[in-house]
């Protein structure tokens, strides 16, 4: 499982110019997920994200986690974190969870998230979305289970 968690002011996602996700502070997660990818895996990394101190105390340190500010999440399908660039100029997604698993784990990690934060929002699997953000710092970070984890 792959994520790019950035903290945002504010973000949303778009399917067919309708609004169907919308946050204030928070994290932005965009979420790929692979074959060899579990309810585990997603467990584990949900509890790593939402557990994450990276917003400034009043000391203007990173001690604060999503709860301890009162953030939200949004969470957005995203494939393409699985693209394999090796050979040639076009991408690979053969790395990539097929649709079925994916979606299923993308809504498992999804209501795994409302563990930690109350208000969660998503985006539409497999659909064109378009996604707006604000980051914030910026501050963006790029986990991946297999090095988290030894997966």
Sequence with gaps: MRCVVQVVQHASVTVD????????KGFLILLGVSDTDTEETADRMVKKICSLRIFPDE????NCSLSDVGGSVLVVSQFTLYANCKKGNRPSFTDAGAPDKADALYRYFTEKCREFVPIVEHGEFGADMKVELLNDGPFTLMLDSKQLFNE
Aim: charged share 15%.
């Design 17 to 24: 110019n309708n609004v169907i996700g919308k946050i204030g």
């Design 59 to 62: 000391n203007g340190k990173t």
